[in-house]
Nanobody, 127 residues
């Protein structure tokens, strides 16, 4: 069990910023690629972005490119999602996830590649 815990969600006006964090135990974090997903009401869960264990590779959904940035701190076993210029369509529950298998330098963009999920943190962007 990875015991992923997200934090940092909240209510923000359009154009504002939020920073989400995900923490895990070292055992759960080391050597595993990670990802951020989101799910809006009535919609399927979708990738926001993913990061390799090394941190050298990242990938983003087209809808957030240039606005969101993923990073991870391997020493602190944390992953972050910096969200800038937020839009009402970014409103969703955001989840961090750990890939099913370890890998060093690859990112994974399908929800099916991940088997450990946090409980989610809600982000609401008002217009």
């Amino acid at each position: 069990q990875a015991d992923l815990v997200e934090s940092g969600g909240g209510l923000v006006q359009a154009g504002g910023s939020l920073r989400l964090s995900c923490t895990a135990s070292a055992r759960a974090f080391n050597t595993y690629p990670m990802g951020w997903f989101r799910q809006a009401p009535g919609k399927e869960r979708e990738l926001v972005g993913a990061i390799s264990w090394s941190g050298g590779s990242t990938t983003y959904a087209d809808s957030v490119k240039g606005r969101f940035t993923i990073s991870r701190n391997r020493a602190k076993n944390t992953m972050s999602l910096q969200m800038n210029n937020l839009k009402p369509e970014d409103t969703a529950v955001y989840y961090c996830a750990r890939r099913r298998l370890p890998d060093i330098d690859t990112t994974y963009d399908r929800a099916g590649d991940y088997d450990q999920w946090g409980q989610g943190t809600e982000v609401t962007v008002s217009s």
